[in-house]
């Protein structure tokens, strides 16, 4: 354990450090100014937005989730049949990862804003006028980004987990008299199922906590709780920031209630894979 | 997989992944575009001009500086984390595993939120305190890949330099590093890419201090720049991440040391297939 120390400690204490003062912070106890005051007050004033929070994260987090692991099991299969066009769709899934978010966002904006590169092509067409996927009613374009770059992600995860030996793993299936739909449906799918489990938590856990795409792309109102928490942080009203606190514990508390029963539940995940009893 | 059919999936792979950027590389290059025009009318470089005068160059020098620092911390510390966990030298490897996860499980604006009412009673420069937080956030990245490329190599490594006559530090600098280098400079590639990218943290933990790219193309994107000058700040943030990436693959690639997940298996004799 020694030679792991330093790495462990500075996510301990640092990790721990922030976590402390922002529980503190929403309940008064580590004001910018002043004296510790214990106050429920920034919870009180930030309720009903938290739960709209909770609701717009959720909206957010969980159809990027299941688009990105959808799409990017359907690259991962893609992969797997090796050759010139795995090489090119590897490629083109590194690079994607490699782009940061707020870049992608910006660019989504200027390809599904109003006067974006989509409305563009769809304006010959006519009709009622583009959409409002950027800042609509429906948080369209966030979930859009998301799952776009995290699709990449989860691609290379399924790809490194399920790449060895399915070669053979197909060849004998096939030997065994499965047509192509039974290989992917009942050799594929549960090979790579505990691949496409971990990836969504990490996608899902990380739609959760991610400001800068529902930032750029979001509706004002209502606000998911990382850009609720960024949005009272920078309030001059200093009576916000124990709101702000607030709003920043109920997301961790959000991702946490999220990934530990995932977590749980991803063995019995793997098992499935295995033939064995959940 | 019929070839019509794998033609058509790398079509519609290739449309998902590029399109998104699209915009961006033609409005980087875009004088005037009006609505609703499919290319632009006039070409030119007006939006590069913006963004620099915008103070690009010197945020694209931060955001270097700090993807270089949050490296040079997360990989040793990744390393040493990677190395406990590849070779098993630790009784409690789910221990290392969960608190390896904590910085991906915990949303790194709530982390940073508290740590900034600390920090400033610390009186911490901002760039280190971000490079601390940031160097958190990596340290996953950096520790798992470390492992896998420890648990591909024997322990017996160290112990045999160590036979020879070489000293703890020798044995690990001079035969166990050069055989996991590869592994390093992606952690490494992995922690710069943690840094570079970085948004929240560096406006929260920075206090708007520190503009690095990323925090120049928020401030550009959100309102206050037209769309040539923010696509151009944007293509100027996404391109050494990308092409270092590229390259990265294309280098593992060309030495021959694909991952293990690219090679064929052999095919199964016909007699030895299951009935």
């Known amino acids: 354990m020694s030679g792991a120390a330093p790495g462990i400690v500075a996510i301990t204490v640092v990790a721990g450090t922030g976590m402390a003062a922002v529980v503190a912070t929403s309940v008064g106890l580590m004001p910018l100014y002043g004296k510790p005051a214990p106050s429920l007050d920034g919870w009180r004033s930030a309720a009903p937005d938290l739960v709209a929070g909770i ?7 969980l159809p990027a989730t299941v688009l990105a692991a959808l799409v990017g099991f ?22 994607v990862l490699a782009v940061p978010h707020l870049v992608g966002a910006t660019s989504v904006s200027l390809l599904l804003s109003d006067g974006g590169v989509a409305a563009r092509l769809a304006a010959p067409a006519g009709g009622d006028g583009w959409p409002a996927l950027v800042g609509g009613p429906w948080p369209v374009a966030t979930v859009l980004e998301l799952a776009w770059k995290e699709s990449a992600f989860v691609a290379l995860v399924v790809l490194a987990a399920v790449a060895p030996g399915h070669r053979m793993r197909m060849q004998v299936a096939a030997g065994l008299g499965a047509r192509p739909v039974q290989r992917v449906l009942r050799v594929l799918v549960p090979t790579a199922a505990p691949a496409v489990g971990a990836a969504s938590l990490v996608t899902l856990v990380y739609a959760i906590g991610s400001y800068e795409v529902a930032w750029l792309l979001g509706r004002a109102v209502p606000e998911p709780l990382p850009v609720l928490a960024f949005r009272l942080f920078g309030s001059i009203e200093l009576t916000d920031r ?12 959000l991702a946490l209630c999220v990934a530990v029963p995932a977590l749980a539940a991803l063995p019995r995940l793997r098992s499935l894979s295995t033939g064995g009893a959940p | 997989m019929t070839r019509v059919v794998r033609t058509a999936g790398l079509v519609l792979a290739l449309l998902w992944l590029v399109v998104p950027l699209a915009p961006v590389l033609v409005w980087a290059g875009a004088e005037r575009w009006s609505f609703p025009d499919l290319l632009p009318r006039d070409w030119g470089v007006s939006g590069w001009r913006e963004a620099a005068s915008a103070g690009l160059p010197l945020a694209l020098l931060r955001s270097l500086v700090l993807g270089l620092a949050v490296a040079a911390v997360a990989t040793p510390l990744g390393v040493m984390t990677g190395r406990v966990l590849g070779w098993r030298l630790t009784g409690r490897p789910r221990m290392v595993v969960a608190l390896l996860l904590v910085p991906l499980v915990l949303p790194p604006f709530a982390v940073a939120m508290g740590l900034d009412v600390v920090l400033i009673r610390v009186g911490l420069h901002e760039l280190v305190s971000v490079v601390l937080l940031l160097s958190v956030v990596a340290i996953p990245y950096t520790a798992y890949t470390s492992a896998t490329a420890f648990a591909r190599t024997s322990p017996e490594l160290e112990a045999q330099a160590r036979a020879l006559g070489a000293t703890p530090r020798q044995a690990r600098l001079r035969v166990v590093l050069p055989a996991v280098r590869g592994s390093i400079l992606v952690a490494a590639l992995l922690a710069f890419l943690v840094g570079w990218s970085d948004y929240v943290v560096t406006l929260l933990v920075g206090g708007g201090q520190l503009v690095t790219a990323p925090v120049l193309l928020g401030a550009a994107a959100s309102g206050s720049g037209n769309d040539a000058t923010v696509a151009a700040m944007a293509l100027a943030t996404v391109a050494p991440p990308v092409v270092l990436v590229t390259v990265a693959a294309l280098r593992v690639r060309g030495s021959g040391r694909t991952a293990p997940a690219d090679r064929l298996p052999e095919p199964v004799p016909d007699h030895e297939r299951m009935r």
């Open chain 1, 55 to 61: 609701g717009e994260s959720l909206l957010i987090a």
């Open chain 1, 242 to 253: 124990p709101a702000a606190a607030a709003a920043a514990v109920t997301g961790s508390a």
């Open chain 1, 74 to 95: 359907l690259l991962a299969a893609l992969m797997l049949g090796g050759g010139r066009a795995a090489s090119v769709v590897r490629l083109a899934c590194l690079a």
